[in-house]
Nanobody, 117 residues
Framework: QVRLVESGGGLVQPGESLRLTCAASGFTFSGYFMNWYRQAPGKTREFVAQITNTGGKTNYADSVKGRFTISRDNVKETVYLQMNSLKPEDTAVYYC??????????WGQGTQVTVSS
């Protein structure tokens, strides 16, 4: 059974940091690119960050570049999103996504991040 379980969301003030974690199971984690997406209220889901299956390359949305860092641990089958200098516009539900070269595509249930003073 494939599972992606996000955690680490919460309520923080602008300028603070959060670290999201996505624990994977039920598939060959090391063979999948991992992504983080987010969806704010009333908006469509948007790409945030990607890391290749080996962790050798990363890619970020312009809105988070320089503030967010994606990383992975293929032994622990976990992907992380370190979010620094958070802004109110980062408020959203954050989703973990796994995608293979064959386009097998899995999603987690999401974790809420709220940035507010």
């Amino acid at each position: 059974q494939v599972r992606l379980v996000e955690s680490g969301g919460g309520l923080v003030q602008p300028g603070e940091s959060l670290r999201l974690t996505c624990a994977a199971s039920g598939f060959t984690f090391s063979g999948y690119f991992m992504n983080w997406y987010r969806q704010a209220p009333g908006k469509t889901r948007e790409f945030v960050a990607q890391i290749t299956n080996t962790g050798g390359k990363t890619n970020y949305a312009d809105s988070v570049k320089g503030r967010f860092t994606i990383s992975r641990d293929n032994v622990k089958e976990t992907v992380y999103l370190q979010m620094n200098s958070l802004k109110p516009e980062d408020t959203a539900v954050y989703y973990c996504n796994a995608i293979s070269r064959k386009s097998d595509d899995y999603w987690g249930q999401g974790t809420q991040v709220t940035v507010s003073s």
